[in-house]
């Protein structure tokens, strides 16, 4: 039987069925590869961001939320990771880590309050929360209101490796990042996963069949809070201050754009979208005006004409999963 | 002069004046919402810089052609509700067939568009908008000092929210945009042209905004970010009364705008997040909204 079939096919089935593991391979290349060639701040601003964006991608790619608050896990775990750093004298480890988990008890909260309502009312309530907790952040003490926290140290990883280094740091960032999409990954495509796709396509069939969709939901919205926040404390301890820029609405509208450019549901997409809306920053920093109406000309534009993002338009081109 | 609970009269009228005051906004603009929202299916992020270009409007009316506040009341709304209409036209209509999530997604890049480009050219500093004479100075009610411009703002914001409920709920009109709203391939077979209707339907929705924006201009400041923040307010003043009943978003509206003032009188740090505090409890207790029906 085996002769049977076209040498040619098979590999190309086999290239098929492999994209996602190929397209990971080139990512991790080219992270390795990408100190030599372009700034490791910036590097580490995107790859912070791309973090950011798959973890916003969760719930939106795969349950279908809408979440338009996201800041207020990102902003709120770089605050905490800030201040255990800076205040508490923590190692960046630790301080990630408490960030982290500032981050999951506030989804924890939030989310339980946003999943009693759906679709556009959803999106609306995560906004409004993270709204009043911008409103906290700006009153409370021990954020700094508008100086944020300044100065945070990056401090020495486990007592040993100094992170003052920016190779370093890199490397740090890095393994951070990729632990976090293969976390994401591994969520996406096990029962779990299968569920919750489920309930994105239709709910009412998911609760027929006996899940408690209302619990998935709940699930999805902690990880993707949790994961949202340990982007939001390397970021913190990476370039050294947590800010109210962190936690205002507009970086929750960044981090659709992001998602919405690279492509929903697409598992590179929000890698891909962070990528560009922050080299698109950096570059053009002279147009510093414009990239408010540049980023909306964007909305408008993958709204109107490719809703796929560019990851999903590609991989649709190609009839592969990317 | 006397003292309730402890605050001096004087402080405690002027912050529910200034509570009535945010509440006619918030009204006029959940009102906005709850119509857009009613007949497209779509929650208009735009409503925020829609209230601002109204303002704009104003100040550029007075600015280069000299026409004054009255005449801008009703020339600006018509203004901006047709570049509404432009945008219900040229880009809204493509999404009504897909996922909620992408009207407002759309409406949300639009806002940042308008609110970029007024930022580009006025900056971020508000421009003066002054009362007109007719309504300068005011008058002592014994208790407290009533300005006639406040007292004209309530009062011209309930008569259009009134107005708004009349002409839905009990006249003709009405009932052919609530039918379109039920069912629109039926209302079609009746020879009612809906896709018109819910083009007028959106660009009374943005009017109702910019209504809304000059009359704050002689209030706040006219400036680009005026509507941002208002917008994020109004969608929780949205979740708590529900977009199913036109008199609710109405109460909802002035009874928020109230307890916020309230609140800036008696626990001042408290005023900003209040109406969200408020969101969170209705979700706990009542999930569909005060007045809404369960989706």
Redesign the interface.
């Known amino acids: 039987m085996e002769r049977l079939v076209d040498p040619t096919i098979r590999a190309e089935s086999a290239w098929r069925a492999n994209s996602e593991k190929i397209a990971f391979a080139v990512m991790v290349a080219a992270l390795i590869v990408a100190p030599f060639f372009a700034y490791p701040l910036f590097l580490m601003q995107a790859l912070c961001f791309a973090l950011f964006a798959c973890a916003f991608n969760v719930l ?1 790619g795969y349950v ?1 939320l ?1 979440s ?1 608050g996201h800041a207020l896990y990102f902003g709120w775990a770089s605050y905490l990771a800030a201040h255990a750093a800076k205040v508490w004298g923590f190692t960046p480890e630790l301080a990630i880590l408490t960030g982290t988990f500032a981050a999951a008890a506030l989804g924890l909260v939030a989310g339980s ?1 946003a999943i ?6 959803f ?3 995560t ?3 993270a ?2 907790m911008y ?2 952040a ?2 409370a003490k021990f954020t700094g209101g508008e100086d944020g926290i300044q100065a945070v140290p990056r401090g020495k990883l486990f007592g040993l490796i100094d992170l003052t280094n920016v190779m370093t740091m890199y490397v740090v960032v890095v393994v951070i990042f990729l632990a976090g999409f293969v976390f994401i990954y591994r969520i996406i495509h096990s029962p779990f996963g299968e569920v919750l796709k489920a309930i994105r396509e239709n709910e009412a069939r998911a609760i027929s069949l006996g899940y408690k969709t209302d619990r998935y939901k709940l699930l999805a919205f902690v990880l993707s809070a949790t994961l949202a926040g340990v982007a939001g404390s390397t970021k913190a301890i990476v370039f050294q201050i947590a800010s109210l820029t962190d936690v205002y ?1 507009t970086m929750s ?1 960044e981090v ?1 754009l992001m998602t ?1 450019v690279g492509g929903l549901g697409t598992i590179f997409g929000p890698v891909a979208g962070a990528f560009i809306i922050i080299a698109m920053q950096n570059y053009l920093n002279d147009l510093d ?5 540049i ?6 534009a ?3 004409l490719f ?1 796929r993002g560019i990851v999903g338009e590609i991989a649709h081109l190609l009839r592969i999963k990317l | 002069m006397f003292e309730i609970f402890g605050i001096p009269s004087q402080a405690l009228f002027g912050q529910l004046l200034i509570g009535l005051i945010n509440g006619s906004f918030y009204a006029l603009l959940s009102l906005g919402l709850a119509v857009i ?1 009613g007949m497209l299916n779509i ?1 208009n992020f735009t409503h925020g810089a829609q209230y601002m270009m109204g303002a704009f409007a104003a100040y550029l009316l007075l600015q280069h052609t000299g026409i004054g506040y009255w005449p801008a009341l009703i020339v600006a709304p018509i203004l901006v509700g047709i570049t509404g209409m432009i945008v219900e036209r040229t ?1 809204l209509q ?2 009504y067939k ?5 009207g ?3 409406t ?10 007024a ?2 050219y006025y900056g971020s500093a508000g421009l003066p908008y002054t009362v007109p004479e007719s309504l300068q100075g005011g008058r002592n009610l014994g208790f407290m000092f009533l300005p006639n411009y406040r007292a004209w703002v309530v009062v011209a914001s309930l008569t259009i929210c009134l107005g708004t409920w009349f002409v839905i709920e009990r006249t003709r009109l009405g009932a052919n945009l609530r039918a379109a709203t039920e069912n629109p391939t039926l209302v079609r077979a009746f020879g009612i042209n809906v896709p018109r209707m819910i083009t007028l339907t959106y660009g009374f929705g943005v009017a109702l905004a910019a209504f809304a924006g000059v009359m704050a201009a002689p209030i706040y400041n006219v400036s680009p970010q005026m509507g ?2 208002l917008i ?2 109004v ?2 003043v ?2 708590i009364g529900g977009m199913g009943s036109i008199l609710g978003a109405i109460i909802t509206g002035f009874g928020l705008g109230v307890i916020e003032g309230l609140t800036k009188v008696f626990f001042p ?1 408290a005023s ?2 209040v109406i ?2 408020i ?2 409890i209705v ?2 207790v009542r ?1 569909a909204g005060l007045f809404g029906r369960r ?1």
């Open positions: 939106i279908g809408l338009f309050l009693r309502r759906q679709g556009i009312y999106a609306m309530v906004l409004a929360l709204q009043m409103f906290v700006l009153q609405w509208g659709v919405l005006q414009w990239v408010l109406v980023q909306g000309v964007i909305f408008v993958c709204v109107l809703r | 929202f929650i880009m493509w999404l897909l996922d909620h999530l992408y407002l997604l759309l949300f890049g639009l806002a940042l568009i308008i609110e970029g480009v930022r580009n941002a923040e994020i307010v969608f929780a949205v979740v740090e900003n997040t969200f505090v969101m969170a979700l706990l999930p989706a």
